[in-house]
T-cell receptor, first 112, second 114 residues
Framework: QKEVEQDPGPLSVPEGAIVSLNCTYSNSAFQYFMWYRQYSRKGPELLMYTYSSGNKEDGRFTAQVDKSSKYISLFIRDSQPSDSATYLCASYETDSWGKFQFGAGTQVVVTP | NAGVTQTPKFQVLKTGQSMTLQCAQDMNHEYMSWYRQDPGMGLRLIHYSVGAGITDQGEVPNGYNVSRSTTEDFPLRLLSAAPSQTSVYFC?????????????FGPGTRLTVT
């Protein structure tokens, strides 16, 4: 069983709506949590990076981590067609280089 | 900076053939990794390196070999290609900031084994 689970979607939303993406994880030792965005036929690019529990905001993007329920969320406000991509969550334990665990990715489609 | 570059972009192999996927980075990052991405499976770690001369296995290492003779280059060798190795391969490099790492990915190599 994968240590990070993610609904593959696709998730279709109208332009301007809030996109809500979620992941769950099973490894209690995970301390760092990331969201990557991957456009079609491109490599993933780091979008958000959080440590432990709490919220982090960057422009239209908000990442949340709830360690008590092992839940990771990404919210995209005022979604744009350019936000159409696959979003992958990932995590790893502290000082455990090489142990990145990725979710399968959720495809998001923002329709004009 | 070119970042992380990968060659070739596309490759078709016959079962049993061998080949090397090239990866280079110009950011002087210590850490480099190879992943494969398959539908519904996400990114799975094949091999990784924490510095020149040091490599280790990831989650799915069978059928692949790596070496790291320089900081910049991290080639991935397919020893005897099998249809199960049909996938998109991504190379990534990373630097360490205290206990955190940020990975930068290359554009990928699409490999088909017939």
């Amino acid at each position: 069983q994968k240590e990070v689970e993610q609904d593959p979607g696709p998730l279709s939303v109208p332009e301007g709506a809030i996109v809500s993406l979620n992941c769950t994880y099973s490894n209690s030792a995970f301390q760092y949590f990331m969201w990557y965005r991957q456009y079609s036929r491109k490599g993933p690019e780091l979008l958000m990076y959080t440590y432990s529990s709490g919220n982090k905001e960057d422009g239209r993007f908000t990442a949340q981590v709830d360690k008590s329920s092992k839940y990771i969320s990404l919210f995209i406000r005022d979604s744009q067609p350019s936000d159409s991509a696959t979003y992958l969550c990932a995590s790893y334990e502290t000082d455990s280089w090489g142990k990145f665990q990725f979710g399968a990715g959720t495809q998001v489609v923002v329709t004009p | 900076n070119a970042g992380v570059t990968q060659t070739p972009k596309f490759q078709v192999l016959k079962t049993g053939q061998s080949m090397t996927l090239q990866c280079a980075q110009d950011m002087n990052h210590e850490y480099m990794s190879w992943y494969r991405q398959d539908p519904g499976m996400g990114l799975r770690l094949i091999h990784y390196s924490v510095g020149a001369g040091i490599t280790d296995q990831g989650e799915v290492p069978n059928g692949y070999n790596v070496s790291r003779s320089t900081t910049e280059d991290f080639p991935l060798r397919l020893l005897s290609a099998a249809p199960s190795q049909t996938s998109v391969y991504f190379c990534a490099s990373s630097y360490r900031l205290q206990s955190s790492y940020e990975q930068y990915f290359g554009p990928g190599t699409r490999l088909t084994v017939t």
